[in-house]
Each structure stands twice: as structure tokens, then as C-alpha cells.
């Protein structure tokens, strides 16, 4: 059964959802080959005062170590919200297929910085693009209503 990108999106909806649990900024990435996950991840920034541990980051590197390889060829990675330029940069390197992302990021996501992903890298867009927006939406609020 060939699975869609609602449904692995849903699956890095919950790895959003983790990091919220953690009081991170809620982004989930999950990636995908042969229609089955090798790899998950959220952010981690807070939790280990480390400001590269985004979710593709960390979601990246499980998947290079189950495939005991550095390239995501044949890969497609799925993340709740447009990956910033330090993202990018890595999903450039590892040359991933496919990056599918939910809500854009109109700040600062790679295209408004106007990173480049790697030439044979497919992306598609807007996949639950509102449920992922919403928990970044609520995340925010809250912390505002914090301070």
C-alpha cells in the first residue's frame, strides 16, 4: 500500500507535538524510504542548549546512521514547518529526493533567505500546512501570555 504525504505528515505531526511536550518550538520531521520511517526527530534546542538541534537536523542524522550512510538518496523528508537556511544547507548536503513541508515559514524559511536545496531535490508544499501553522500559532501565544 502506497502511503501519502497527509499521512507521514501526520507522523511529523506528532514529533511536533513531542517537542511541545517539551516546551520546544513545536517542529517534527520524520524520514521516509520505501513508504516506511528510518528516522524521526523534533527540536531539541532548548533541551540540549544547542542551537542546531532542529528537527530536520536531528532527523538527518538517525537517518544517516540507519542507512550507515551519509546521502538520503531515496529519501524523503517530511517537516511540520519550511526549513530555515542552516536546514537547508544540511538537506543540501545529504542530497534527500524529496523534502515535503507543511506550513511556510515567511521569515525565515530558505526561500525567503533564498537558500538552495540540492538540484535533484524534489519539494512539494502546504501538506496540512493549517494543523502544522496552528501549533506554531499556539506555541507562540502561549509563551507571549507568559511574559
Not at 544547542?50 to 538517525?62: F, G, K, L, R
Request: aromatic content about 6%; proline content about 2%; charged content about 20%.
Amino acid at each position: 500500500m502506497q502511503l501519502d504525504h497527509e499521512y507521514f505528515m501526520k507522523r511529523a505531526l506528532v514529533e511536533a507535538e513531542g517537542a511541545l511536550d517539551r516546551e520546544e518550538i513545536p517542529v517534527g520531521a520524520i524520514v521516509v524510504m520505501n513508504n516506511k520511517i528510518i528516522a524521526k526527530g523534533h527540536n531539541l534546542t532548548e533541551t540540549l542548549t544547542d542551537v542546531t538541534a532542529h528537527a530536520e537536523m536531528q532527523s538527518i542524522t538517525a537517518a544517516a546512521s540507519a542507512l550507515g550512510g551519509k546521502y538520503l538518496k531515496d529519501c524523503t523528508l517530511y517537516v511540520t514547518l519550511e526549513p530555515c537556511q542552516m536546514c537547508a544547507g544540511a538537506l543540501y548536503w545529504s542530497q534527500v529526493s524529496q523534502l515535503v513541508f507543511g506550513a511556510a515559514d515567511e521569515h525565515r524559511g530558505y526561500r525567503k533567505m533564498g537558500t538552495q536545496l540540492h538540484p535533484k531535490t524534489k519539494v512539494v508544499s502546504g501538506i496540512l500546512s493549517d494543523e502544522c501553522a496552528e501549533l506554531m500559532h499556539a506555541f507562540f501565544s502561549r509563551k507571549r501570555k507568559q511574559h
